[in-house]
Structures are given as structure tokens and as C-alpha cells.
């Protein structure tokens, strides 16, 4: 079936440092990539998508790119500040619309 | 808008217990999901439905049932509890199936 592998499952940047998420799916039907970003008690919120008709999307210091070949996406994060910290997922989507997630990054920005 | 909201926040149950896990949702999305989260696994899905009337498996199906009779509710019911079932159980809804999904708060369950 459907997978999503995502990694590291945790990391830790200097304030200021840039920070990458790493995805990879197995569905070559899959159509749509969102991240969600979630704080300590908090519900998933998406911070960022992109669609399989693009490579890149940005969005002020957050981006994500696309690699349909190789079937991974990345979340880019740039001068991480103390409030980007959370767990960070992944997600993608085809045609039979099971939302598919990975497993979650816990990043930590250290001040 | 109220948005997505789950009932109740917290329940604690005694295995063999059923009980009913509710999720409504006033945007008129098409699309409503349960996920369970447990530590270190992520968000999985239990069970979603496309519009009402129609409801399809997830990934951890097993254990619990869905219905969805109306475009705004979408509850979840657990049979006969079991601890494995202890988790955080989110509700959530998008426009179609490859569209944001805007989660609930959350349904913190223990099963003893």
C-alpha cells in the first residue's frame, strides 16, 4: 500500500540556521504534498503545499520542492527562529484520497 | 464558524466499553478523516468518507465503525475497547480529498 518516509525524526539548528525535512512516498499516483506543523498540544496546521504540476513553492522563509522522478519532496525552512519549533509532517495524497502521513520531525531551534 | 469540533476532549474507558467519539464540522467540506496518533507513528488513518453516505477504510481500520449520514457529522465508534486503542484521536475535514485538512482539537482516550 501506500507509504510516506520521512526523515530525520529529529533535529536541532542554532537560531538563524536553515533546516531541511525529507519525504519520500512509494504512490506514483499521488497528486498533492502538504506539510503540517504541530506545537506541543496542539491540532496539525498546514504551513505549506505544492501539487504535482509544480517543483518548487515558497512562502517567506518556508519552501518545499517537488522531485516526482525520484518520488521525494522536502520542507526547507530558512533563519529558524525559537517559534518554528514542533513536529513537522508530511503528507500526500492521490486518487483514492487516503491522506497518507510520515512519521514526523521533532525540530528544535536553539537560541 | 466553529470550524472542526470533537466530543469529548478527554474519556477514559474500561476494555470491552464501547463507546462513540463525535466530530462535526461547519464548512460544508465534502471530506471528513480519523486519525489516531501515538508517539513516534504519526498520524494514521482509521477511516474517511468522501461525501455522505459513503465511508472507506483507512490504514487502521480494525476495532472501529463510521457512518456518515450527514455532510456535517462524522462520528467514530469504538466496538469493545482495548488497551491498544489508547491514543489521540483527531478528526478532520478538507474540501475534497487533495485539499487542506483543518483538524479538530483532539480526543484523548485511555483504555484500562
Known amino acids: 500500500g501506500e507509504n510516506v518516509e ?13 533546516a531541511v525535512i525529507k519525504c ?19 491540532r496539525p496546521q498546514l504551513i505549506i ?3 504535482s504540476n509544480v517543483g518548487e513553492k515558497k512562502d517567506q522563509r518556508i519552501a518545499v520542492t ?27 495524497t492521490s486518487g483514492t484520497y487516503k491522506y497518507i502521513f510520515g512519521t514526523g520531525t521533532r525540530l528544535k531551534v536553539l537560541a | 464558524n466553529a470550524g472542526v469540533t470533537q466530543t469529548p476532549k478527554f474519556q477514559v474507558l474500561k476494555t470491552g466499553q464501547s463507546m462513540t467519539l463525535q466530530c462535526a464540522q461547519d464548512m460544508n467540506h465534502e471530506y471528513m478523516s480519523w486519525y489516531r496518533q501515538d508517539p513516534g507513528m504519526g498520524l494514521r488513518l482509521i477511516h474517511y468518507s468522501v461525501g455522505a453516505g459513503i465511508t472507506d477504510q483507512g490504514e487502521v481500520p480494525n ?17 469493545s475497547a482495548a488497551p491498544s486503542q489508547t491514543s489521540v484521536y483527531f478528526c478532520a475535514s478538507s474540501t475534497t480529498g487533495t485539499d487542506t485538512q483543518y483538524f479538530g482539537p483532539g480526543t484523548r482516550l485511555t483504555v484500562l
Do not use: M
Open chain 1, 66 to 92: 517537488l522531485n516526482k522522478t525520484a518520488k521525494h519532496f522536502s520542507l526547507h525552512i530558512t533563519e529558524t527562529q525559537p517559534e518554528d519549533s514542533a513536529v513537522y509532517f508530511c503528507a500526500c
Open chain 2, 63 to 79: 476495532g472501529y465503525n463510521v457512518s456518515r449520514s450527514t455532510t456535517e457529522d462524522f462520528p467514530l465508534r469504538l466496538l
Open chain 1, 6 to 18: 520521512q526523515h530525520p525524526s529529529t533535529l536541532s539548528v542554532q537560531e538563524g540556521d536553515s
Open chain 1, 49 to 51: 503545499d505544492i501539487r
Open chain 1, 24 to 42: 519520500t512516498y512509494s504512490d506514483s499516483a499521488s497528486n498533492y504534498f502538504p506539510w503540517y506543523k504541530q506545537e506541543l498540544g496542539k
